[in-house]
């Protein structure tokens, strides 16, 4: 008799999992049915649910129902074995049906870097990166770009973006700078508020609502050169007192909070010499309870790995310290040992009970509100958006917002009646070049990575019939004819992370003998300059007629020729000031800067 009651029980939770219209329940009725799932779950299923593991990392599908595993990601580069929509359609359903299995049939969430669109699936719409957002000071227009990669997102099943990212870097040497809207924390509030809500407002087909996820708390935009890896920037050490950290860092995450924001990533960086991910300080005492964030706190890729000590101890610091799911991923750790250890930490009484239903209560609610409970299987009914002409047309009105004119000797306007333009470089013809990084793989790629409109493209769309538009590499394949205008789009190749950390800023000789051998030839060249931060121009801006960072527009190109050629009045400006020397950062002396934060023509 015993048996069949628990068993009832159990049915019960499964038939009310089943039919929970969750959009419709208040925070009331959510707790309510979390807590008949924790009162029923075992310890051993509460752990699974605290884990994420990298789909490629899977021993085997049947680990899911197996272990009730709460989550699935897919890291830079990690797609089904072909990128196309439908094969990441169906990669999420087979994962989640599997998962559905498990006995209290509770399902998975699956996260994915929709950093700046959609970006690890071909044919997805690609936006600029945030530090062209941030040129835009458009709070409107970055809603309408995170709804439309809401729609996309969705469109594949998946059901949770890691995005936006809150940092205001000033060191631009860090390889993330570009990932920040601005230096200035200000703006970043405002336009990291404007993403939150157009991640989660959208109205998807499913009915699922897209989780957003503010990171990285805190600090990771901020930390001393010299501390990082490899003695550079990234994961390096933030030193700001609390009172500092309240004033100047904390309002951007309080407007994402105060925004509805479902999930918060730990910083690899430290705060005065103690790891963000295992700073009990920071992620229970600050954010949960000064600032009252309710929803969960996801750790970065193998994060938890990075404090000191032993694998086991890292587990109970960061889980003591506040992190509700852990990104095992599986590369590195394997996600059954830590599940093993986790369990173990909590039987030999390191990690209370207390804190292990918080955490997975706390996961178990966003899944509730935003309707995995009642929509788990996504059907195949809007793939269509999915790099679709409505929101290509609102990524190339951000290209166009974001490019900022810093110089311009009567060039721009371009006539679109030229008689001949040259249009030169290693970026003109180079999407891969112009998406950078976090584009279809973590690192990004050269050439045609996926479907877009590159600069030239763009360019040849623009100009009339009669315009003879000639593409050359570096200018040296001109033979002697000389002429009236070259375009040059030069810059920075594709990176992310710690992969982009330089102690030296400045532009590539190959770039700057291109405008040479243009320049020696007549030429009068207007150079667009592709990059994630500002670059060393200072010695060679006299030298060009015309100058404009485009930072790393995406897959719009033609956004670049509407403003080159006057179709729309130019109005980026920059976020970020650009110092002498941009090793410098945002914190130069104002007498040492080229131009200021606010700059553009």
């Known amino acids: 008799m015993k048996k069949f009651i628990i068993f009832l029980s159990f049915l019960l939770i499964n038939i009310s999992c089943d039919n929970i219209e969750s959009n419709n329940l ?14 029923s779950m075992t310890l051993d299923e509460k752990v699974g649910q605290m884990t994420q ?30 990128n196309e929509p439908q094969a990441w359609l169906d990669m999420y359903n087979k994962y989640q049906e599997e998962t559905l299995k498990n006995r209290l049939g509770i399902p998975l969430i699956y996260g994915i870097d929709a950093v700046h669109g959609h970006n690890n699936v071909y044919g997805a719409t690609i936006f600029p990166q945030n530090i062209g957002l941030g040129a835009t000071n458009n709070p409107e227009l970055v809603y309408k770009i995170s709804e439309a990669t809401s729609l996309e997102v969705a469109a594949t099943g998946i059901d949770w973006t ?16 570009y990932e920040g809207f601005s230096s200035d924390p200000v703006l970043v509030e405002k336009l990291g508020k404007a993403a939150v809500e157009g991640y989660q407002n959208a109205l998807t087909n499913s009915g699922k609502k897209i989780v957003a996820c503010a990171k990285h708390f805190i600090g990771d935009g901020n930390t001393e050169f010299g501390t990082g890896m490899n003695g550079l920037v990234d994961r390096g050490n933030t030193v700001l ?23 918060i990533m730990a910083s690899y960086n430290s705060w005065n010499g103690v790891k963000c991910h295992g700073s009990k300080e920071l992620l229970t005492d600050i954010l949960k309870v000064e600032m009252g964030f309710e929803g969960f706190v996801i750790s970065d890729w193998q994060g938890i790995d990075e404090i000191p000590g032993n694998y086991k101890s890292d587990i109970i610091i960061s889980i003591n310290a506040g992190v509700d799911m852990v ?39 966003v899944k509730l509100r935003n309707g995995l409970f009642s929509n788990p299987i996504v059907q195949n009914d809007n793939l269509q958006v999915i790099g679709s002409d409505d929101h290509r047309n609102i990524a190339r009105q951000a290209v166009r917002e974001s490019v900022v004119v810093l110089k311009n000797e009567n060039l721009i306007p371009i006539s679109k009646e030229s008689k001949s333009i040259v249009v030169a470089g290693r970026g003109a013809d180079n ?54 205008l070259a375009i040059v789009v030069i810059g920075e190749d594709p990176y992310t992370e710690f992969f982009g950390d330089k102690d030296n800023l400045d532009l590539l000789e190959e770039d700057i003998q291109t405008i040479s051998n243009l320049k020696d030839k007549g030429y009068k060249v207007l150079v667009l300059l592709i990059s994630g931060r500002p670059m060393n121009i200072a010695d060679h801006l006299d030298n060009w007629d015309g100058f404009a960072a485009i930072w790393l ?49």
Not at 328 to 340: A, E, H, I, L, N
Not at 568 to 585: M, R, V
Request: proline share 4%; with cysteine; net charge negative.
């Open 241 to 263: 007192t609390t009172d500092e950290l309240k004033e100047k860092l904390l309002p951007k995450y309080q407007a994402a909070i105060d925004a509805n924001v479902q999930t």
């Open 53 to 82: 593991i990298d789909q490629r990392f899977l021993d085997t599908i049947t680990d899911l129902s197996t272990y009730s595993i709460g989550s699935l990601l897919s890291g830079g580069g990690s797609h089904p074995k072909v």
């Open 26 to 39: 208040s925070e009331a009725e959510i707790s309510k049915k979390v807590s008949e799932l924790i009162d």
């Open 431 to 484: 999407l891969g070049m112009q998406c950078g990084g976090w584009t279809i793989n973590w690192q990004g790629g050269q050439g045609d990575i996926t479907i877009g409109t590159t600069i030239l493209d763009g360019i040849k769309e623009s100009v009339s019939t009669e315009t003879k538009v000639i593409h050359s590499k570096d200018g040296t394949d001109l033979g002697n004819v000389s002429g009236d």
């Open 553 to 601: 527009p995406g897959t719009e190109g033609n956004g670049v020729s509407d403003i080159l050629f006057g179709d729309f009045q130019s109005t980026g400006k920059l976020s970020y000031p650009w110092p002498l020397n941009a090793e410098d950062g945002a914190n130069a002396p104002e007498n040492d800067l080229l131009y200021n934060i606010g700059f553009g023509l």
């Open 327 to 365: 990104m095992v991923s599986g590369q590195g750790q394997p996600y059954k040992k830590f599940m093993r250890l986790l369990k173990e930490n909590v039987e030999e009484g390191s990690i209370s009970m207390e804190r292990i239903d918080d955490a997975v209560s706390r996961i178990l609610k």
């Open 162 to 177: 890691f995005s936006p990212c809150l940092s205001s870097p000033e060191d631009y040497r860090w390889g993330r700078t």
